[in-house]
């Protein structure tokens, strides 16, 4: 009795750990979720302000907001087509490191290029500018050649495979046109077909067996095979014998015709 309850007691304690585990598991899915999607919403928000001031402001602040945009779109579109490449093909791996580093770096550009939005010494900004523009086009012309590598190749092995599959489909259709004989092939096939068709083929044409008064001893032989044992020789009628064949002997009486009176 005390070991099923000890027993018991362990699946509970079990189920409970289990319980507890997967409402954890749930929770942080759900926590990740909801920070992606902030994430997402707090970027969007930002790439459509920026998109706004490059567009409606002149002068120091549309230029560094026009840098950010530019930085965030390159850096984006690597991050997308690195990740969605290397699941396909794993060379990409180290592709996925460099980028990461190089992500690093623009980052703390684009937290640097915001505090300079805030700064209100336009003079000093204006004059920081151009190590801006420069640096911002040093790491979006990296982001870009890794990206075009990214696609250049998942592009090369596309065509590779569609040739092999272009010669693939060329020897099939060669296969199926084999119809395209020359005229010598085409008349020896239909001859051998006609003659398949009456029953005789090349090398089986063989003359017709006489017909014999009497039959063989293999016909007979396979005849008893056939139609069981042997027949039994059909009785023969009984006839009478001629009495003027009859010999006669001395001891035996003469016969007396008959008279009428």
Known sequence: MEAA????????????????YATVKAVGAAKRGVDRTITQARRTVEDT????????????????????????TSMRATQDALHAGVAEDASLAESVDLFRRLSAHGLELDD??????R???????????????????????????????????????????????????????????HWAVDEPSAQ???????????????????????ASAEPSAGSSTADEAWSGPAREESPQAITAPDPRLRSTYSWQKSTRPETTN
């Not at 304690?13 to 289990?18: E, N």
């Not at 990206?147 to 259709?173: T, Y």
Request: hydrophobic residues 45%; proline residues 4%; charged residues 25%.
């Open 119 to 177: 700064e209100p010494d336009r003079a000093t900004v204006a004059g920081l500018l151009p190590k801006l523009r420069e640096r911002t086009q040093r790491i979006t012309h990296s982001a870009e050649s890794l990206r075009w590598a990214a696609r250049d190749r998942a592009r090369q092995f596309a065509d590779d495979d569609l040739d092999a599959l272009n010669a693939q489909i060329d020897i099939e259709a060669g296969a199926l046109r």
């Open 49 to 72: 302000t920026l998109r706004a001031k490059s567009f409606g402001q002149a002068g120091v602040a549309g230029e560094l907001a026009q840098l950010r945009l530019s930085l965030r």
């Open 5 to 20: 309850l000890t027993i018991l007691a362990l699946l509970l304690v079990a189920f409970v750990a289990l319980g507890v």
């Open 188 to 210: 020896r096939s239909g001859a051998d077909a006609s003659a398949v068709s009456t029953g005789r083929g090349p090398g089986t044409d063989w003359p017709e067996p006489a």
């Open 112 to 117: 640097e290029l915001k505090r300079l939005e």
